[in-house]
């Protein structure tokens, strides 16, 4: 027997709204049974929005996502998918990790000038 989710049903379980499955539908990346209005989906469908919410929770673009799932579903399937997705893992740990040295650099610099500023108030004679 195949198990079906509704949208409702989905969107409580990963806390998303209707709106948000309906976009990852218009894009390409699940695709529901419908019957009538109602839209249906799959055990697979629900393991991709699985995946998706987890690629966006660690920052792939849409395009980054359709094409991890692209691989997948082509020659070389699953191992191409799996060095593709580490490719891309290793691009955005490196993003990240540039982010957190640019945070660190301008949280220095902040705090350069406070310093500066503190300095120049206490020869002026202006306390703090």
């Not at 195949?2 to 699940?30: A, C, H, P, Q």
């Not at 060095?83 to 957190?100: A, N, P, Y």
Request: with cysteine; glycine share 8%; hydrophobic share 35%.
């Amino acid at each position: 027997m195949n198990k079906y989710y509704t949208i409702t049903e989905l969107t409580r379980e990963f806390g998303v709204s209707t709106r948000t499955l309906r976009f990852y539908e218009d894009e390409g990346l699940i695709h529901p049974e419908r019957r009538g209005r109602t839209r249906l989906f799959r055990a697979a469908d629900r393991r991709l929005i699985q995946e998706i919410l987890r690629g966006r929770r660690i920052g792939f673009t849409i395009a980054e996502i359709r094409e991890i799932i692209q691989v997948y579903k082509e020659p070389p399937g699953e191992i191409g998918q799996l060095k593709l997705l580490m490719k891309r893992v290793d691009v955005k740990r490196d993003e990240l990790r540039q982010k957190r040295k640019d945070i660190d650099d301008t949280l220095s610099e902040l705090d350069n000038v406070e310093e500066a500023c503190l300095t120049r108030l206490a020869e002026i004679g202006v306390g703090t």
